[in-house]
């Protein structure tokens, strides 16, 4: 693995506009998962178990939220003198504005990527859940000569984002690319995370920003296929795509029950890192009942939670019965309360024998410090 020659370019606020409520006051990759972790946890971890030591995060907009989260990049082993974290505001060049998609983006952050000395580039979304031997990915694409490799899944498209690829190969070649692409379990899902050299990628974003172009996708692959040696690398582990609130919620109950998708995001080999916060152990109650949840430090439990996420610090009531929820941070269930498939994002109080039904498909999803 070359090791010291691989910069990362990380984009949070990659679809912020199709999670609705959940992200209006923060970004992507903010978003809470999984009881203590961040989205943005996810694409950082595959980068620093790969051997990327340098990583930029091109910002956006709500971002405060995710620099208190990430803060110096100490979890992630980024706070260094050679190297590190480095936050590239949407202004960060005279002639940027903020920008509309990844190529004027990526145009602001131009002297930060002629400034790095690493030879080879590995961009990332935040709407991926997944944890795969990135290392892989790069030796392989830096061995067969490519001039880009994507990474991609089998599986099903997101049919709420129309901006993810879906790709036709003739072995790892990509030979066409389409976008909304008609509902099929074998389709090869786009996972946003691209290797190429530095030298391309700037080549790329200065000819795209002179034609106006926004989406690298769209304006720079897909009108590319015939010009460049463009090629697939399919990421066998899990992995999916958030596109909406419902797949967020879909994900988080395929983590909570089954175990093979624990084991894959959360294996032994390739950690994965996050901010840290100390907090006491979870009390349980004597008539408390908890199946097949996931459970952070700093809750009070005192009724009845079936599979389910509780982030740190949640108090659930007397008699309370949650089932299929995900309850952020510092949230309070108060006594006799009924919630099924619902969200409560941080900070949120659901007073004395209220009610909340969702469906699988349809959750309920209740805003941050709200009381119901």
């Known amino acids: 693995m070359r090791k010291t020659n691989v910069l990362g370019i990380v984009f949070p606020n990659a679809h912020d506009n199709l ?28 980068l620093v178990n790969a ?53 004027d983006g990526l145009f602001g952050a131009m002297n930060f990527l002629r400034s790095s000395s690493e030879e080879y580039v590995v961009m990332c979304d935040c709407d991926i859940i997944t944890n795969f031997d990135l ?10 000569g490519a001039d880009i490799t994507i990474a991609y899944k089998k599986g099903v498209m997101p049919q709420n984002n129309h901006d993810v690829m879906a790709f ?4 790892d070649k990509i030979t066409d690319i389409k ?6 379990a074998d389709r ?12 391309l990628l700037i080549k790329i974003i200065e000819e795209g920003f002179e034609r106006n172009f926004t989406s690298i996708a769209r304006d720079v692959y897909q009108r590319s296929l015939d010009k460049l040696d463009i090629r697939g690398y399919e990421v066998t582990e899990y992995a999916a795509v958030m ?31 996050t901010k840290t916060r100390d907090d006491m152990p979870t009390i349980y109650g004597l008539d408390s009942e908890v199946k097949n949840s996931l459970i952070a430090d700093g809750c009070v439990i005192e009724g009845t939670v079936k599979n389910s996420v509780l982030f740190r610090g949640v108090k659930v009531g007397k ?10 941070q510092d949230s309070v269930i108060e006594a006799n309360a009924d919630l099924q498939f619902v969200t409560l994002d941080k900070k949120v109080r659901i007073t004395v024998g209220k009610t909340l039904r969702g469906t699988e498909t349809y959750p309920i999803y209740v805003r941050k410090k709200a009381e119901v």
């Open 168 to 171: 036709k190969l003739d072995g």
């Open 51 to 103: 051997g990327v030591s340098k990583v930029g995060i091109v910002t956006k907009n709500n971002y405060q939220s995710l620099m208190d989260h990430i803060g110096t990049g100490k979890a992630w082993d980024l706070d260094r003198k050679s190297g590190g974290l480095f936050f590239l505001p949407p202004y960060s060049n005279t002639d940027a504005k903020v920008y509309k998609g990844h190529v």
């Open 188 to 199: 090869c899902v786009s996972l946003d995370i691209t290797v190429m050299s530095k030298e």
């Open 319 to 328: 008699d309370a019965v949650i089932e299929n929820c995900i309850i952020m």
């Open 19 to 46: 999670m609705g409520e959940m992200t209006e006051f923060r970004s992507m990759g903010s978003l809470p998962f999984c009881g203590r972790y961040r989205v943005i946890d996810f694409s950082l971890s595959n």
């Open 179 to 184: 976008f909304a692409a008609p509902e099929s």
């Open 243 to 273: 596109d909406s609130p419902e797949t967020y919620a879909k994900v988080t109950a395929e983590v909570v029950n089954d175990p093979a998708v624990r084991r894959q995001l959360f294996c032994k080999d390739r950690p994965v890192f």
């Open 135 to 144: 290392s892989d990915m790069i030796d392989r694409h830096i061995d067969s």
